[in-house]
């Protein structure tokens, strides 16, 4: 059992940046595959970026490619998402996920309870 808590969302204006945080619970986090994915109103959950656990390889949706960057530290179970240049339509709740894989669907085992990032013009 693995359970997720992200940080880090608010308020931001066009053009500005954000670190969004998901510390996990647990002593197997290293093993986990880490996802991002987003969910704006009246639309599907979006995958963002996935990082895998032990190599740390990286995977980016098209796009939001060259303005996110997905990290993990392992010492301290917790995996990040750095977005900068920052749009009105990236508003949406972040959340972040774990699982066995690396995925771009939203098959993850576990997952946060989001948090919000408002991007105003």
Not at 14 to 30: E, I
Not at 90 to 108: E, K, L, M, N, R
Request: charged share 15%; net charge positive.
């Amino acid at each position: 059992q693995v359970q997720l808590v992200e940080s880090g969302g608010g308020s931001v204006q066009a053009g500005g940046s954000l670190r969004l945080s998901c510390a996990a619970s647990g002593r197997t986090f290293s093993r986990y595959a880490m996802g991002w994915f987003r969910q704006a109103p009246g639309k599907e959950r979006e995958f963002l970026a996935a990082i895998t656990g032990y190599s740390s390889r990286t995977y980016y949706a098209d796009s939001v490619k060259g303005r996110i960057t997905i990290s993990r530290d392992n010492a301290k179970n917790t995996v990040y998402l750095q977005m900068n240049s920052l749009k009105p339509e990236d508003t949406a709740v972040y959340y972040c996920a774990a699982g066995d894989q690396a995925i771009t669907t939203p098959h993850y085992a576990y997952w946060g309870q989001g948090t919000q990032v408002t991007v105003s013009s």
